[in-house]
């Protein structure tokens, strides 16, 4: 017997079940217990396992995530059992109506109703046999779907086995992408010139159905799971009973979701989150009502198209009214120009909205929106504005259509509109402008994170010449800063400390900041995992990068074209001289302030602590203890008998915690101190 072999294969196994269990507490507890770069080491350790020795490699290992060939096509797959969808319903006459439409049904008896949310984003069914992942497939027409197997395993969210022995199971729920990542997959794809996509639930669609699952893997989908299609051996008497469940066999199951015995307590709830929603990370299109009891659903039935014992309740679209007093050009890192509607400012779904991208010159043309002109607004996935169309009834005949200027708005150099491209670019590569958004990037809070160095600074810097680059920022004496209008003594002090601090930040960061086009957060966090140093970066060839699993031939071809760059390569000298980090074993310093920025309300009594002692906890590893649930909160940290900040908390989407999660929470970033994880919240995660 190989002895080496043996004891490899326990290794890697011991491995698994950890990165397992991390990858649950991240993905699906959203309450991590360990540092980004120590899972980084136990994915690598089994990567390095693996490649040894290939014969241990198994389908459900996580390094198996993202791998294998773009494909030439989907299969189609037959579902068992039909995927349905729903009725819907508009408005609390046709909820009161369905609720009649069941208790007729059920000859009177007593009903309990669950209700959860709606989530926007793409139904899948998933397939697990001896409690393995085998095949996931789309929706389709309910009958027939795709097989997105390969796909569907980048999202880590979704367990690749389960915690508990099902000979078989086929469960169903949605795959979305969060709205922040919505929001930043469309910024870099405005910047690239290409088209976007109209709400999150195009862009997971758009992103399951690639033939290279390396593509979606980039796309921090995640996904909710809410039934099941066949579960043999689950003895399964209830809906919520199904839901709890599927959480214990290591499912994400939304944790919004309540148990209601009339329709009066269902329409405040629905009400309550047609505004709770846009605290969300996430978009709803509204709420899901189903018959609890799974025998009384069987006794509903179902039509052709939907079951008899659920229904949609959609929210109404939010669109308001508005006017464009004007058209702006931004001109971004990368030299594009996007138009964006200056507009009477108008409130919209939970803010006030004062100006809505237009996207591209041919948008504008196409919605035949004119400066002047009577505008719709809505928030594509309930975040970005967006101008949908103008109310033509309304024009006096002063309007005026808009025409792209045929030189830079900011810097006068000639602009060009490559064939097949929707985007016009500003030529000049010492653009002010472009180089003023290259400073904000670099210093943005998911890059360099140097606060209090606003755009307002920066632009002041670049007209003084005394920032032309962001290696620039790295010279900056006391003087030169305290000379800037507005600027003080004191606030010039912090800023050269926030500067100085940047230094020490770990080297995805820094990756991420240089702005490499096609390389978000992930590529950097992959491409620094993947080469250790910047050194060994800017050597990397076109086929050394494409060789790693996740990075595509566009994020290659970037990355080399920007390391061969002269200009690229004088700044990146100028940083190493510096002294900043270039290396990936230098984590960011142990801070000890690893709940920096936090905000933490305690309801309810602890068992372990007093209140005193839970603020001091927190206040001592850098949190902060506010006394009223808001938007800001972080967590709200539930004892015995929670009061109303609790249901706050709940209305507000704001992440409960119970008193044994809390105390894992302060026991871990003791001892960690590490303070460089993500921010919390469900599904917003970055760990690559
Ligand atoms: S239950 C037979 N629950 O909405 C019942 N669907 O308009 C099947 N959806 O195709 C659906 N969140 O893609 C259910 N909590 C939820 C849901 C949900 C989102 C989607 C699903 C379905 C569509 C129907």
């Known amino acids: 017997m190989d002895t080496g072999l043996e004891k490899a294969r326990a290794r890697a196994e011991e491995l698994r079940r950890e990165i397992e269990h991390h990858d649950y507490r991240y993905y699906v507890l959203d309450d991590p217990e360990i540092s980004d770069a120590r899972y980084d080491a136990l994915m690598r350790e089994l990567t390095a396992l693996e490649k040894e020795y290939p014969q241990l490699i198994t389908p ?95 999202v880590r969210a979704m367990p690749l086995r389960l915690r508990r022995t099902v000979p078989v199971l086929e469960v169903r729920g949605e795959v979305y992408m969060p709205k922040r990542s919505f929001a930043r997959l469309n910024e870099a794809r405005e910047e690239a010139g290409e088209p976007l996509f109209a709400n999150p639930r195009n862009a997971a669609a758009g992103s399951l159905r690639q033939l290279d699952p390396a593509v979606t893997a980039a796309r921090q989908l995640s996904l909710f799971v809410y039934g099941v299609g066949e579960a043999g051996g689950l003895d399964l008497q209830s809906h919520s009973q199904t839901l709890d469940v599927l959480a214990e066999l290591g499912f994400p199951v939304n944790r919004e979701r309540r148990l209601f015995a009339d329709m009066e307590g269902i329409i405040d709830y629905c009400r309550r989150w047609q505004q709770a929603r ?56 990368t030299g594009v ?111 360099m994170d140097i606060g209090g160095l606003g755009p307002a600074v920066l632009g002041q810097l670049l007209a003084a010449g005394l920032v032309r680059d962001p290696a620039d920022l790295y010279t900056l004496r006391h003087e030169d800063l305290a000379a800037l209008e507005r600027l003080g003594d004191k606030s010039a002090a912090n800023l050269l400390q926030a500067i100085a601090k940047s230094k020490a930040n770990p080297l995805h960061r820094l990756i991420f900041a240089l702005g490499i086009r096609h390389v978000g957060e992930r590529a950097a966090r992959i491409l620094a995992g993947h080469f250790g140093s910047l050194d060994r970066l800017t050597r990397a060839t076109r086929e050394e990068l494409q060789a790693i699993p996740e990075i595509g031939p566009a994020i290659a071809d970037s990355v080399v074209n920007f390391f061969a760059g002269e200009q690229n390569r004088r700044v990146l000298e100028k940083l190493a001289a510096a002294g900043v980090n270039m290396r990936q074993e230098a984590e960011a310093p142990a801070g000890g302030r690893p709940l920096a920025g936090k905000v933490f309300v305690l309801t309810g009594t602890l068992a372990g602590f007093t209140r005193q002692q839970a603020q001091e906890l927190i206040e001592g590893l850098g949190g902060r203890v506010a006394s009223s649930v808001s938007k800001k909160t972080s967590y709200v940290v539930a004892g015995e008998d929670p009061g109303g900040k609790y249901d ?41």
């Open 648 to 688: 706050r908390a709940l209305a507000l989407g704001v992440p409960v915690m119970r008193e044994d999660q809390f105390t894992a929470l302060v026991a871990g970033a003791g001892a960690e101190q590490s303070g460089n994880r993500p921010s919390g919240g469900q599904a917003e995660n970055s760990r690559t």
């Open 337 to 447: 120009l996007t138009p964006t509607a200056i507009l009477e400012p108008v409130h919209l779904a939970g803010t006030t909205v004062s100006r809505a991208t237009l996207h591209n010159e041919d948008i504008i043309r196409e919605r035949d929106i004119r400066i002047g002109d009577a505008v719709l607004v809505q928030k594509a996935g309930d975040i970005i504005p967006e101008v949908v169309a103008a109310v033509p009834e309304d024009r006096t005949g002063k309007e005026e259509p808009f025409v792209m200027p045929s030189v830079c708005p900011a810097c006068g150099a000639a602009v060009v509109r490559p064939p097949g491209e929707a985007a016009t670019r500003c030529t000049n590569l010492a653009c002010p402008a472009r180089r003023r958004e290259g400073l904000i990037h670099f210093v943005s809070r998911h890059a």
């Open 60 to 154: 459900a290992s996580p390094t198996r995530r993202v791998g294998g060939q773009p494909r030439e096509g989907f299969a189609p797959v037959r579902h068992r059992t039909p995927l349905l969808s729903l009725a819907n319903a508009f408005d609390e006459g046709e909820l009161f109506d369905f609720d009649r439409r069941v208790r007729q049904a059920l000859s009177g008896e007593t009903v309990e109703y669950v209700v959860e949310l709606k989530i926007d984003g793409l139904a899948v069914a998933l397939r697990y046999e001896n409690s393995r992942f085998v095949q996931g497939a789309t929706r389709g027409d309910g009958e027939t779907g795709e097989e997105i197997t390969p796909n569907l395993k980048t």
């Open 278 to 333: 846009f605290d969300l990370a996430y978009a709803i299109d509204g709420l899901v009502i189903k018959v609890n009891s799974l025998e009384q659903q069987a006794r509903l039935g179902a039509t052709m198209k939907s079951p008899r014992w659920a229904i949609a309740y959609k929210f109404p679209a939010e669109q308001a009214k508005s006017r464009v007093l004007g058209i702006m050009l931004r001109v971004g890192r």
